[in-house]
């Protein structure tokens, strides 16, 4: 891998952009103006629901769309202004199959978009052959990729992506369509170049458990927005208020004043609540709830956070907060 400056592995400076829909003169936010800095050699995981602005962004790091205001640096290297140089520290694996040619075969896929970052010779081809052997595609290397399933098409794109040993690679939901077994190979993969060869590595993905046990550091994006961006240890750990609560019988949300923190369902005869509460006292406040009610209580466990519920929990919030606003700006 190439030496690297002292700097960033990305830098983005007050990045927005929008678009104007289609047959209409309303403008449409993307993404809002938004700064992230990615230190080099961590999994940095870029995370919300479809539609918040995840791949908009990705493709401005990568310099596919332009942006409306801000900037982007790779490397040190202006992304609109030292495009060439800025390039040649990315590998891509974008959502869909537009990373990869459908006339070509397998292997000419890969040794093209090796050459177009100026790698070539034998190093090239053992390289390529190395990456298609991995990936279990080996017996179909000189078939077009127009014959290719789903899976086996994102694996030839994240060869690509791989193929000219890029300092940083972008992945924009690279298991999706794969296979149990393909999904575990990008996850070693993914582990492998950012801890032995220590590479950054930006994944999207709507698996937040992959995401979990990858991941260094957390940006969540909602509408545009960034809601959060931290080391998943210190976003995990201001959720550690969360319980599992077990009652004996069927318990309506009603009979019970519960947070929105609070998943109710059922299971056989008990009511089971899930969910986080703001501290001791709060669950103190309900257990009281349940003994005034004469409600039998089978256990109360403190769990674990996931990064499932902490995602939950964060988007609820904003939207129950974007429809306060919305309320008292009509009134």
């Not at 800095?37 to 962004?57: C, D, H, S």
């Not at 993905?205 to 995401?211: E, G, I, K, P």
């Not at 318990?251 to 008990?270: A, H, I, K, N, T």
Request: net charge neutral.
């Amino acid at each position: 891998m190439q030496d690297l400056p002292s700097c960033p592995a990305i830098e983005i400076n007050d990045l927005s952009k929008k678009y104007r829909t289609r047959g209409e003169e309303k403008w449409l936010t993307a993404v809002e103006p938004i700064n992230l800095t990615i230190p080099r050699g961590q999994v940095f995981g870029f995370l919300g629901t479809n539609g918040a602005g995840k791949t908009t962004t990705i493709k401005m790091i990568c310099g596919l769309i332009t942006p409306d205001t801000g900037s982007v640096r790779v490397n040190g290297y202006d992304v609109q202004h030292q495009r060439k140089e800025a390039m040649k520290q990315i590998g891509a694996v974008l959502e869909g199959t537009r990373n990869i040619y459908w006339r070509l075969s397998a292997l000419e896929n890969i040794l093209y978009f090796g050459r177009l970052k100026n790698f070539t010779g034998k190093q090239l081809k053992a390289e390529a052959e190395r990456l298609l052997a991995e990936l279990g595609l080996w017996e179909r290397r000189n078939d077009r990729i127009r014959t290719f399933s789903r899976g086996m098409q994102q694996k030839v794109a994240i060869a690509c992506a791989l193929i000219a040993d890029p300092p940083i690679v972008l992945l924009d939901e690279p298991t999706l369509g794969l296979d149990v077994q393909a999904a575990v190979t990008v996850k070693q993969w993914v582990k492998q170049l950012a801890s032995e060869q220590k590479r950054t590595i930006i994944l999207t993905t709507h698996q937040l458990d992959m995401a979990e046990q990858l991941c260094d550091r957390v940006a969540i994006i909602r509408k545009g927005k960034l809601l959060t961006d931290q080391p998943l240890a210190n976003l995990l750990a201001v959720h550690k208020e969360r319980y599992q609560i077990r009652i004996k019988g069927h318990v309506e949300r009603q009979d019970l004043d519960m947070p929105d923190g609070l998943s109710c369902r059922y299971e056989q005869d008990d009511t089971l609540l899930v969910g986080t509460l703001e501290d001791q006292a709060a669950l103190h406040t309900l257990l009281n709830q349940v003994r005034v009610l004469d409600l039998p209580l089978r256990s109360v466990t403190q769990v674990e956070p996931n990064l499932e519920e902490v995602f939950i929990n964060m988007i609820t919030k904003e939207r129950q907060e974007e429809t306060h606003e919305l309320l008292t700006h009509s009134v």
